[in-house]
């Protein structure tokens, strides 16, 4: 085994001092040896020669080699004499050897003192690398340096032994010579955060070793020069996979025995007697459904939770375990669940005494068993209910045995005795044979108990049995069962016997019953279903089959939302699966009637039938078990109706003719006289009213001549004089009512002083009801050619109403817009509108909405406004909601059309000539 530093330098590209290897130092001793030489050959600088003598040595001496300054030495000498003997064929004085003298004691005195100081340093690393080889050699423990490129620089020997390798043959190679890539690289990443973190570091490495992985704990550390830089990377690894395994085996038994508990549900419990604490398996608290946390470490948790019947119980046997009166702890007892009830738990436990005999520790577990309990109890009430059942005395049954051909009774009921006419008792332990019973019966009943005993199934059959006391024949339904050998030896059989006589009379009745109805629902003409409760037919008569088109073989199995089946409804809409009759009855168990169906055959030919349904319920069960329905063809009833239907739908379409054309003319009619009445009423009113407006006006006038036309309010009288002038127009108009509005006079009408007008003549009514008048002209024109007083009297009327319709505060909006050639006039009000009912009616004369006792009206202003719109050539229409206003709009021309006379009024009427000329006499002074 070579030594530590000589290993080490081995390797030729290690640095040393600085960085600098051997070849730098031969390199530079050889170039200082030669480069003196050729000084002191060639030039007299002898001093200068000695010098580079010294350097040459002193960098031999940093040479592995010991011999090598020596070496330099002897050769700096040889140049030093050949130099002083080149200058003395120069004729160089006998001083320059003197200096040359010099130069070579220097020389040698160099050479020594490097001799010693490396005999110091070998000693020195020679103690150092025995001390180092001897812990690579012997220790146990797996040493390792590497380069920062990753190569090994020293390695023990348990880790080349791992290996299987000399230690030579790992110095210089690299991780990725000996272990697969991705351990080598975790291994190299390891060394790169020691050397970046520049401070000792632990990791877990994995390693394959002889094909088996182990896992290694290993401390890197980094190697720093004189100067502190970082130049090498060591570390220690200790071998963990033993105590891994170890852990991996403790933790597989840990889960192993966590399996086991969970798997019985095991609670598990340790009460330390010397410290008296307790400990509660997160299970054990689960059981009685409490959280980790909700338990404390308390023996009194335990005791606490115990049934008051069962404490003293316990506690005593507690007592005796520990006492050693008991030699073990196992018992049943109840705990408090943590909602109240009390749950039975099913607890063993083992005491481990300390070495003076004293109780150390407990240890126990508990399971819950009260399921366990509930189905004890279950299986005792079982046990008496069968014990009840079996001496209830309903049905024959007992216990019995076959032997020697014959059947030994062992134990029957009374039921039984009653039939044989004994008891129980005397039964017992007798043959059949002996109670009078048929050999006949009796190889019967032995029959089917040894098919009992080969099938291991119960066998079920049904016989006569004849009274020999009466003579009459009772029929008897009786099961046989296998049950086992008995305790001496033959097989035991147990028998069940019931008397079906009753029955078997009621199966014939209803058979001959079944048969009867049979034949009636054949001969039906209805046709008749039965559908089971997945809705599929089970049974149909032959009258279905000719209503519906299909056999018998083709309506079996079909349900009533099958696809071949195309319904509809009377009006022609499909018939939803879930709506069909028999679906809707099996689904709400309520019956059908008379649901109208059209139905498809598969000649494409649609028939009508009426479909009725009846659910098919067993005693206390409220969802059917079937569907029965009858349906018949209506489909020639049903064309007649449709024919029925469509001639009282023609004959009501021409009695409603009728009756509004009655009523048309009945209402052309009542107009008529309206008007009629009207027209005498006004040209009563139009000659009362003549004489006072005859007064009126030649007051104005006499007043008119005494105000100047300066007057700050002489624009009022020339408002009042048309406004007599109109009213004169209105008068002489109503000599005219009954005969029709006449066309007014057409005259070049400023729209914006009629609005001024109007807005002065209602300006007492707006202020007095609190409503505003907003006016919107969207015309060009600044004057239109209208009858200008009769629009007025129009605007007036309809302005009026939309305030009386109108609520405080609020606004009524006149508008007037030019479209082709017409008048648009629309007038808003944000009032409550004009009920449906009412609103073909407000034209009519005398009718009116307005009541009250402060109402003086006629219901006459719409009737008037729309005779005086329609002489323009106009038309006046309304479009009202309730709660939100009405709007009436008026549209007329701009110019005159046929039949409206341009500047001229409508021909004078034939009646009340007389007041017609006193009112042209008397209108104007």
């Known amino acids: 085994m070579t030594s530590l530093g000589s290993r080490w330098r081995r390797y030729r590209s290690t640095p040393f001092h600085g960085g600098w290897t051997a070849w730098s130092w031969h390199a530079l001793s050889a170039v200082s040896l030669l480069g003196t030489a050729a000084l002191d050959v060639l030039t007299p600088l002898t001093p200068v020669g000695g010098a580079g003598y010294v350097l040459a040595v002193l960098a031999a001496g940093m040479i592995p080699s010991s011999g090598a300054p020596w070496v330099v030495a002897i050769a700096a000498t040889g140049f030093a004499g050949l130099g002083a003997d080149w200058s003395s064929i120069g004729g160089v004085a006998w001083t320059q050897f003197f200096s040359c003298g010099i130069s070579v004691g220097a020389v040698w005195l160099a050479a020594w003192i490097v001799a010693q100081w490396q005999a110091t ?37 348990q880790f080349a032994g791992l290996l299987g390798l000399p230690a030579d043959a790992v110095i210089g190679k690299t991780d990725h010579d000996f272990f697969p890539a991705e351990f080598a690289d975790s291994y190299r990443q390891h060394d790169a955060e020691v050397v970046t973190a520049g401070t000792a570091m632990n990791f877990e490495e994995a390693a394959l070793v002889h094909g088996s992985l182990r896992w290694y704990v290993a401390r890197k550390f980094p190697f720093r020069d004189e100067t502190g830089r ?174 020697d051909g014959d059947i030994l009774h062992i134990s029957d009921n009374r039921r039984v005795a009653s039939f044989f006419g004994t008891t129980p008792e005397r039964m017992q332990g007798r043959r059949a044979s002996e109670m009078g019973v048929p050999a006949e019966v009796i190889q019967l009943w032995i029959r089917h108990y040894e098919e009992s005993a080969c099938t291991s199934q119960p066998v079920r059959f049904t016989y006569v049995h004849r009274d020999p006391c009466s003579g009459s024949e009772l029929y008897l339904s009786a099961t046989v069962c296998w049950i086992g050998a008995g305790s001496v030896g033959p097989s035991r059989y147990s028998y069940l016997v019931e008397d079906v006589s009753e029955s078997r009379r009621l199966e014939v009745t209803l058979r001959d019953t079944a048969e009867r109805y049979r034949g009636v629902v054949a001969a039906l003409a209805e046709g008749v279903l039965v559908h089971d409760v997945q809705g599929r037919i089970i049974a149909c008569n032959p009258s279905a089959e000719r209503i519906l088109g299909l056999t018998a073989d083709q309506l079996m199995g079909r349900t009533p939302v099958d696809p071949g089946w195309q319904a509809i409804h009377p009006d022609g809409r499909p018939f939803e699966d879930d709506q069909r009759p028999p679906s809707v009855t099996l689904r709400t168990g309520r019956p059908c009637t008379e649901v109208v169906m059209g139905l498809c055959r598969p000649t494409g030919e649609l028939r009508w039938v009426s479909i009725n349904t009846q659910a098919l319920t067993e005693p206390g069960r409220e969802r059917p078990y079937g569907v029965v329905g009858s349906f018949h063809d209506i489909t020639e009833r049903r064309r007649a109706e449709q024919a029925l239907l469509e001639a009282q739908s023609e004959l009501e379409r021409r009695v409603q003719e009728r009756t509004a054309r009655i009523q048309e003319l009945e209402s052309q009619r009542s107009q008529t006289e309206k008007f009629a009445a009207l027209g005498h ?40 004089d048309r406004e007599i002038h109109r009213l004169t127009a209105i008068v002489k108009k109503m000599y005219t009512l009954y005969q029709g509005v006449p066309a007014g006079k057409r005259e070049a009408t400023d729209i914006a002083a009629l609005l001024q007008d109007l807005t002065v003549l209602l300006g007492h009514k707006l202020a007095s009801k609190r409503v505003r008048l907003r006016t919107a002209v969207e015309i060009v024109r600044e004057c239109v050619d209208v009858p200008r007083s009769d629009l007025l009297q129009v605007l007036l009327n309809l302005v009026q109403n939309a305030i009386d319709a109108s609520s405080p505060d609020s606004e009524v909006l006149l508008r007037v817009v030019e479209e082709d050639g017409q008048l648009r006039w629309t007038v808003t009000d944000q009032g409550t509108g004009i009920p449906p009912h009412i609103l073909p009616r407000v034209f009519e004369p005398f009718f009116t909405t307005k009541i009250g006792s402060s109402w003086q009206g006629l219901g006459l202003g719409l009737s008037v406004s729309r005779g005086l719109v329609e002489a323009m050539g106009g038309r006046i229409d309304i479009q009202t909601t309730v709660q939100c206003g009405s709007t009436v709009t008026v549209v007329h021309p701009l110019t005159a059309g046929d039949g409206i006379e341009r500047g001229g009024a409508s021909p004078p009427m034939r009646k009340g000539q007389q007041d017609d000329d006193y009112a042209a006499t008397h209108s104007h002074c």
């Open 230 to 403: 970082i130049i090498a990377v060591g570390g220690v690894a200790t071998d963990m996979t033993a105590r891994l395994l170890a852990e991996a085996d403790r933790h597989e038994a840990q889960e192993r025995l966590d399996l086991v508990v969970g798997a019985t549900q095991t609670g598990i419990w340790d009460w330390d007697l010397q410290t008296n604490r307790m400990y509660y398996s997160s299970l054990w608290k689960a059981t009685l459904g409490y959280e980790e946390e909700e338990i404390s470490d308390s023996p009194g948790e335990w005791e606490s939770r115990l049934h008051p019947e069962d404490h003293a119980r316990i506690m005593a046997l507690v007592d005796d375990y520990l006492s050693g009166r008991s030699a073990s702890y196992e018992l049943e007892h109840r705990l408090r669940h943590k909602d109240g009830a009390y749950r039975w738990v099913y607890t063993v436990a083992v005491l481990q005494r300390d070495a003076d005999g004293r109780p150390r520790r407990m240890t126990g577990s508990h399971v819950d068993i009260t399921t366990r309990k509930q189905a004890e109890q279950a299986l005792a009430q079982s046990e008496g209910t069968l014990r009840s059942f079996f001496d209830s005395g309903v049905l024959m049954m007992g216990i019995v045995e076959v032997v």
């Open 121 to 157: 340093s070998r000693s020195r690393a020679y103690a150092l690398s025995s001390r180092l080889q001897s812990l690579l050699t012997n220790s146990h423990t797996i040493i390792f340096v590497k380069d920062l490129d990753g190569r090994f620089l020293e390695v023990s020997d």
């Open 681 to 720: 009423l006004a040209a009563g009113i139009a000659h009362e009213v003549n004489n006072p407006l005859a007064g009126i006006t030649n007051a104005f006038h006499l007043v008119k001549q005494g105000i100047d036309r300066d007057h700050r309010h002489y624009r009022f009288v020339e408002l009042i």
